[in-house]
């Protein structure tokens, strides 16, 4: 189990990391854009939930989950609980959105939710696309089903599964655009005691790149369409630990066209044992990017808590 986590960010930009004297251009850090902020386009009344003028609230929590048909059809689920909590999750990804809604949007789910049937709804048409909703008050579950093309289905279940698809269709629009990566190797032994970033993007870059990591481990020199890819190199330095490493766990555009990568690191805590040999943990990925594209490397690290008498699992 992960001990704690900690985020940063760095940029670098590729056409200087592979100026003449191989500098890094340091730019503008960037924040993780995770963890629980407030949704630009559900929030038009701020961040706070605790107004003493607000309504009694009649319910807990409203679970919405869709699901529509089609190469650009959208699905997943939405949990909204009282106090504006809201957790958002397309097409299966995990943890995709989290929030708070606030304000008018607040008031006006709330008032939708009053005015749902009491008794809830199953629909029978065979629609396209299909919702299932449900509401926990303080002392019961109603259930709603059905889809749009279902002509019985009650004015006040329709308006609430249409403000729920708007929400939806709202973070989707703003998600950025993913830039497609492969991990070339990766290993925990390498020449490299320093930590920090390398980026090749021609082939004789590259085998003195491999050249340079120098792994105890036989690797070969992997093949790279150059032409639409650049090779980005993660070194963690030394670590005391057998249990050290780093990944890369996505990549993604930004609205601005830089190219970020999510870092994942995992180091062990303080106070855990030393290994006999000490690791130099190091990945590399092929990232679907050009020369003129600045690179920003997106940090997360976990802090691994020490096992009894020994290292961090």
Known sequence: MFGSVAWHGTGYSVRAMNAERHRLSLRVPLLRWGALVCLLALVTGGCSQDDPLAPE???EELRYHWTGTGEDAVSGDIVVRADGAIDLVLRGERASTRGLLAG????TLARLIDALPP????GTADCEESFF???DTADERRAY???PCDPSLPD????????MQRWVEEDWARRPETVAFRILTEGSSSRVARAGVRIVDDRDGLVRLIDAIGSDDPVLVPSVDFDREIVVTLFLGEQRAASASVTV??????????VVLTERRVVPGEGCAASPRPTRPYTVVAVEASRGDDLLIETETVVAPCEPG????
Do not use: F, I, K, M
Request: no cysteine; glycine share 20%; hydrophobic share 25%.
């Open 249 to 258: 766990d996505g990549a993604h555009r930004t609205e601005g066209g830089q």
């Open 104 to 107: 008018e949007n607040l008031e």
């Open 156 to 163: 006040p279940v329709r308006a609430l599964s249409g403000e």
């Open 310 to 313: 020994g290292d961090a699992p």
């Open 57 to 59: 609230r009649t319910w």
């Open 145 to 147: 089903s059905g889809g």
């Open 119 to 122: 008794a809830g709804y199953s």
């Open 133 to 135: 909703l449900s509401v």
